[in-house]
């Protein structure tokens, strides 16, 4: 089995997410860009896991699967809440927290 | 019950402490407590009476002999005594130093301290005398105590006022028990002290109080003669308090002639202060400022006999340092005789009954150190023995009559023996007891004391015994006229007193009544019981009675009642000449203020030298303390200008406020790092995480 072009296939993606989480001033966006981040981290977890002829790096790929539902839930939420407060979901915007 | 005679005063120092912290807790203010305690060692000092008569005299003393003032030494043949009388024996005629034995005294002591060689012990010490004044003591205490339950029962304070009783029971008691000096002067001190708290006993009228502090400080003044005097014996004696070891000392010439006598003056200073002598007499009579039971027992029969007491106890250094053998006149026998005739003319212009009291109570102390300083040393003892028991009674009595009347004021007294007659009755043997008629106390103890002045060499004394004699009886008869006879002129409706006060006037008038037999003519008791080695070994003389002088003094006596009626009761003799002839105005006067001198210490001592004082000790503040203060002020100002401006300004704040500048300023440039937009927050953490993996791969490899 050859481990590289899936390395690479994950590689593309994470920066691809990376960028997006960076760039993009859309909430929605971002969200997103993260989903892209935390698939590439799944595709390496299953190849090494095959890799290594183990289940474990599935099991792995499946709890980052659940606890990424979990997140985009809370995360659509919050930036539900910020529409309703604002009217935008523009992340460049949010600094209210500025020290 | 001799070995431990220690619990007799233990006993009242129990009860003292428990009425103080209980007292107020238990049913009529913890005075069962105090009258339970005085009644236990009343019974114990009856054992202790018991024990000492029937105990056999074994300690062989050999006594000086009889010639004493011809020998005119102090005791280079003097006796010894104790065992090394046998040694001794060979060297003496067979002359002299006839032995005689008398019961040794008990003994029982503990180290106090130690300091380097000297041992401080305190102990017990014995003898007839003390076993005597145990018994005196007691029995007073006991009649005063149960007195009160009653005279003082509605008192807001009678549980300070039972301490207070207790704690001087346990005073006396101490003082008379005690084997050392310094135990002695304890127990007198805790007496004055109580003295004072009970004369001051209601203290919410100010002339109470100041009677109470008038009291403190004169005996106080006499005091330091008598510290001073303790000091000196102490260091001549070889650096002992043993009162034994003392006697021993003074009698046997082991300590120099005018060390002795300089002892003796200032040990004399304390019995002047303490005893109510001439010329410190003038706290006595305004100590009557207490409540009457108090006046019974401290400043008739107890207290006020500790001067005596001290006398009496360490009878060696008088007797050599007064030289009393020698006969004549001596310092004690002069301030004694002179007490006995001034307080006995004072009594007579007194218009309350306590004060006419206590002017005899000053009379009869002076009867007593004049006796001891004659050379009459049982004679003394015998007479502050019987005194106690008639003057307890005259004191108790006058409280059961106040009681009834509601005032010491005789002026507003009269015909009270139709009204109550137990306190009449009692109050009667009291009198003629005091007054020296035979067959009562009074009469055998005042015959002893004028036969000892007689035989012992001071006829000066003796005429100004014969005088007092007089005197005493011609103010007793005045004081029992105003108050007894004639018509009630008060306004109050006079009654009998209860129980609880006339069964206490009852038992002393029966002691008052026969306590003069154990000491009368054939019989000689009390001389025997007391005997101790002090007295034989100085050779003090014990002199048959002297039918002359005792039908002398009857008469006197007789006559001084007689007088008195005539003037009293039959309206006989120059009545209202204080008015018209000057001369008799200015001795009424003069009398009356008491020979000024409460004016000369108030006035002329205490004023003369209050001021200079206050001036020296006003200079004394502002230039020197006020100087020492100011220096130590501006010393410390400047001390404090250099910590404030160096170490506080400058190290302490400095570092505290570059921290605070550090911390500011990195806060303000960290603040600039929290922009707030997440983005950035992501960029950062992404770069972060990328120098990371490029740090771990170039490690790794």
């Given at each position: 089995m050859i481990l590289n072009q899936f390395l690479a296939l994950a590689a593309v993606l994470f920066c691809i997410g990376v960028y997006g989480v960076l760039a993009r001033r859309n909430a929605v966006l971002v969200l997103m860009s993260i989903e892209l981040i935390l698939n590439a981290v799944n595709i390496n977890l299953v190849a090494f896991g095959a890799f290594h002829d183990t289940v474990a790096g599935q099991v792995f790929a499946l709890f980052v699967i659940a606890v990424a539902a979990a997140e985009v839930g809370v995360g659509l939420a919050i930036v539900l809440l910020i529409y309703r407060n604002r009217q935008s979901v523009d992340v460049s915007e949010l600094d209210m927290m500025k020290g | 019950m001799l070995e431990n005679a220690w619990v007799i005063p233990a006993l009242p120092v129990v009860s003292f402490f428990v009425i103080l912290f209980f007292g107020k807790r238990l049913p009529s203010g913890g005075a069962w407590v105090g009258v339970a305690a005085v009644a236990l060692?009343?019974?114990?000092?009856?054992?202790?009476?018991?024990?000492?008569?029937?105990?056999?005299?074994?300690l062989e003393v050999e006594a000086a002999h009889a010639a004493a003032?011809?020998?005119?030494?102090?005791?280079?043949?003097?006796?010894?005594?104790?065992?090394?009388?046998?040694?001794?024996?060979?060297?003496?005629g067979p002359a002299e130093g006839a032995h005689d034995a008398v019961r040794e005294p008990v003994r029982r002591e503990v180290t106090w301290f130690s300091n380097g060689p000297i041992d401080i012990k305190v102990g017990i010490h014995i003898d007839g005398l003390a076993v005597a004044m145990l018994f005196v003591v007691t029995t007073i205490a006991l009649a005063v105590h149960v007195f009160s339950t009653n005279y003082m029962a509605d008192d807001p304070r009678i549980t300070h006022y039972f301490a207070g009783l207790s704690?001087?029971?346990?005073?006396?008691?101490?003082?008379?028990?005690?084997?050392?000096?310094?135990?002695?002067?304890?127990?007198?001190?805790?007496?004055?002290?109580?003295?004072?708290?009970?004369?001051?006993?209601?203290?919410?009228?100010?002339?109470?109080?100041?009677?109470?502090?008038?009291?403190?400080?004169?005996?106080?003044?006499?005091?330091?003669?008598?510290?001073?005097?303790?000091?000196?014996?102490?260091?001549?004696?070889?650096?002992?308090?043993?009162?034994?070891?003392?006697?021993?000392?003074?009698?046997n010439g082991q300590i120099s002639q005018g060390l002795l006598t300089v002892g003796a003056v200032a040990l004399f200073c304390g019995v002047i202060g303490k005893s109510a002598?001439?010329?410190?007499?003038?706290?006595?009579p305004d100590a009557m400022a207490g409540p009457t039971p108090v006046s019974a027992l401290i400043h008739a029969a107890t207290m006020v006999v500790a001067g005596v007491y001290l006398v009496a106890r360490v009878y060696g250094v008088f007797w050599e340092g007064f030289n009393i053998a020698a006969g004549g006149v001596n310092l004690g026998a002069v301030i004694g005789g002179v007490t006995v005739v001034i307080a006995a003319l004072l009594a007579f212009v007194q218009t309350d009954i306590k004060r006419v009291l206590a002017y005899s109570t000053v009379s009869q102390l002076g009867y007593m150190v004049m006796?001891?300083?004659?050379?009459?040393?049982?004679?003394?003892?015998?007479?502050?023995?019987?005194?106690?028991?008639?003057?307890?009674?005259?004191?108790?009595?006058?409280?059961?009559?106040?009681?009834?009347?509601?005032?010491?004021?005789?002026?507003?007294?009269?015909?009270?023996?139709?009204?109550?007659?137990?306190?009449?009755?009692?109050?009667?043997?009291?009198?003629?007891?005091?007054?020296?008629?035979?067959?009562?106390?009074?009469?055998?103890?005042?015959?002893?004391?004028?036969?000892?002045?007689?035989?012992?060499?001071?006829?000066?004394?003796?005429?100004?015994?014969?005088?007092?004699?007089?005197?005493?009886?011609?103010?007793?008869?005045?004081?029992?006229?105003?108050?007894?006879?004639?018509?009630?002129?008060?306004?109050?409706?006079?009654?009998?007193?209860?129980?609880?006060?006339?069964?206490?006037?009852?038992?002393?008038?029966?002691?008052?009544?026969?306590?003069g037999f154990l000491?009368?003519?054939?019989?000689?008791?009390?001389?025997?019981?007391?005997?101790?080695?002090?007295?034989?070994?100085?050779?003090?003389?014990?002199?048959?009675?002297?039918?002359?002088?005792?039908?002398?003094?009857?008469?006197?006596?007789?006559?001084?009642?007689?007088?008195?009626?005539?003037w009293y009761a039959r309206n006989v003799g120059p009545h209202g000449i204080t008015t018209r002839n000057?001369?008799?105005?200015?001795?009424?006067?003069?009398?009356?203020?008491?020979?000024?001198?409460?004016?000369l210490y108030t006035g002329a001592i205490v004023g003369s030298i209050k001021g200079p004082i206050a001036r020296a000790a006003y200079w004394t503040n502002q230039n020197v303390i006020d100087g020492v203060v100011n220096g130590i002020g501006i010393a410390a100002r400047r001390g404090g200008n250099f910590v404030y401006d160096i170490v506080d300004q400058g190290m302490v704040d400095g570092a505290i406020n570059a921290s605070a500048a550090g911390t500011g300023?990195?806060?303000?440039?960290?603040?600039?790092?929290?922009?707030?937009?997440?983005?950035?927050?992501?960029?950062?953490?992404f770069a972060a995480a990328a120098i990371f993996a490029v740090v771990l791969i170039v490690v790794t490899i």
């Amino acid at each position: 089995m050859i481990l590289n072009q899936f390395l690479a296939l994950a590689a593309v993606l994470f920066c691809i997410g990376v960028y997006g989480v960076l760039a993009r001033r859309n909430a929605v966006l971002v969200l997103m860009s993260i989903e892209l981040i935390l698939n590439a981290v799944n595709i390496n977890l299953v190849a090494f896991g095959a890799f290594h002829d183990t289940v474990a790096g599935q099991v792995f790929a499946l709890f980052v699967i659940a606890v990424a539902a979990a997140e985009v839930g809370v995360g659509l939420a919050i930036v539900l809440l910020i529409y309703r407060n604002r009217q935008s979901v523009d992340v460049s915007e949010l600094d209210m927290m500025k020290g | 019950m001799l070995e431990n005679a220690w619990v007799i005063p233990a006993l009242p120092v129990v009860s003292f402490f428990v009425i103080l912290f209980f007292g107020k807790r238990l049913p009529s203010g913890g005075a069962w407590v105090g009258v339970a305690a005085v009644a236990l060692a009343f019974g114990l000092s009856l054992v202790a009476v018991g024990e000492w008569i029937a105990r056999p005299a074994t300690l062989e003393v050999e006594a000086a002999h009889a010639a004493a003032p011809a020998e005119a030494g102090h005791g280079e043949e003097g006796a010894q005594p104790g065992h090394t009388a046998e040694a001794d024996e060979g060297a003496h005629g067979p002359a002299e130093g006839a032995h005689d034995a008398v019961r040794e005294p008990v003994r029982r002591e503990v180290t106090w301290f130690s300091n380097g060689p000297i041992d401080i012990k305190v102990g017990i010490h014995i003898d007839g005398l003390a076993v005597a004044m145990l018994f005196v003591v007691t029995t007073i205490a006991l009649a005063v105590h149960v007195f009160s339950t009653n005279y003082m029962a509605d008192d807001p304070r009678i549980t300070h006022y039972f301490a207070g009783l207790s704690l001087f029971t346990a005073g006396m008691l101490v003082m008379v028990t005690a084997s050392t000096t310094l135990l002695l002067l304890f127990g007198w001190e805790a007496m004055g002290l109580c003295s004072f708290m009970l004369i001051g006993h209601w203290w919410e009228k100010q002339e109470n109080s100041s009677a109470a502090l008038k009291a403190f400080f004169t005996t106080r003044t006499g005091d330091i003669g008598l510290l001073v005097g303790i000091a000196i014996l102490f260091f001549a004696a070889g650096q002992t308090f043993d009162i034994a070891t003392l006697n021993d000392a003074a009698l046997n010439g082991q300590i120099s002639q005018g060390l002795l006598t300089v002892g003796a003056v200032a040990l004399f200073c304390g019995v002047i202060g303490k005893s109510a002598q001439f010329p410190l007499h003038t706290w006595l009579p305004d100590a009557m400022a207490g409540p009457t039971p108090v006046s019974a027992l401290i400043h008739a029969a107890t207290m006020v006999v500790a001067g005596v007491y001290l006398v009496a106890r360490v009878y060696g250094v008088f007797w050599e340092g007064f030289n009393i053998a020698a006969g004549g006149v001596n310092l004690g026998a002069v301030i004694g005789g002179v007490t006995v005739v001034i307080a006995a003319l004072l009594a007579f212009v007194q218009t309350d009954i306590k004060r006419v009291l206590a002017y005899s109570t000053v009379s009869q102390l002076g009867y007593m150190v004049m006796a001891l300083c004659v050379g009459a040393w049982t004679a003394g003892v015998f007479h502050l023995f019987t005194h106690a028991m008639f003057k307890g009674l005259l004191f108790l009595g006058s409280g059961s009559v106040s009681h009834a009347v509601g005032t010491f004021d005789m002026r507003e007294m009269g015909g009270l023996r139709r009204f109550m007659p137990t306190t009449f009755k009692t109050f009667m043997v009291g009198s003629i007891a005091l007054a020296g008629i035979p067959p009562l106390a009074g009469f055998w103890s005042k015959d002893e004391i004028l036969t000892g002045a007689s035989a012992g060499g001071y006829p000066i004394m003796f005429w100004m015994g014969v005088l007092g004699a007089g005197m005493t009886a011609a103010y007793m008869t005045r004081c029992v006229w105003l108050t007894f006879f004639g018509e009630y002129r008060g306004q109050a409706h006079p009654h009998e007193s209860p129980p609880a006060i006339t069964v206490p006037l009852i038992g002393l008038a029966v002691l008052a009544a026969v306590a003069g037999f154990l000491n009368a003519p054939g019989v000689g008791l009390f001389g025997d019981w007391t005997n101790n080695a002090v007295t034989l070994a100085a050779g003090v003389e014990h002199h048959a009675f002297s039918p002359g002088i005792a039908l002398m003094s009857t008469l006197v006596a007789l006559v001084g009642i007689g007088l008195a009626a005539a003037w009293y009761a039959r309206n006989v003799g120059p009545h209202g000449i204080t008015t018209r002839n000057s001369t008799a105005r200015a001795g009424y006067t003069f009398l009356l203020n008491r020979y000024y001198l409460d004016h000369l210490y108030t006035g002329a001592i205490v004023g003369s030298i209050k001021g200079p004082i206050a001036r020296a000790a006003y200079w004394t503040n502002q230039n020197v303390i006020d100087g020492v203060v100011n220096g130590i002020g501006i010393a410390a100002r400047r001390g404090g200008n250099f910590v404030y401006d160096i170490v506080d300004q400058g190290m302490v704040d400095g570092a505290i406020n570059a921290s605070a500048a550090g911390t500011g300023a990195g806060g303000g440039f960290l603040r600039t790092i929290q922009s707030g937009r997440v983005q950035q927050y992501a960029a950062v953490f992404f770069a972060a995480a990328a120098i990371f993996a490029v740090v771990l791969i170039v490690v790794t490899i």
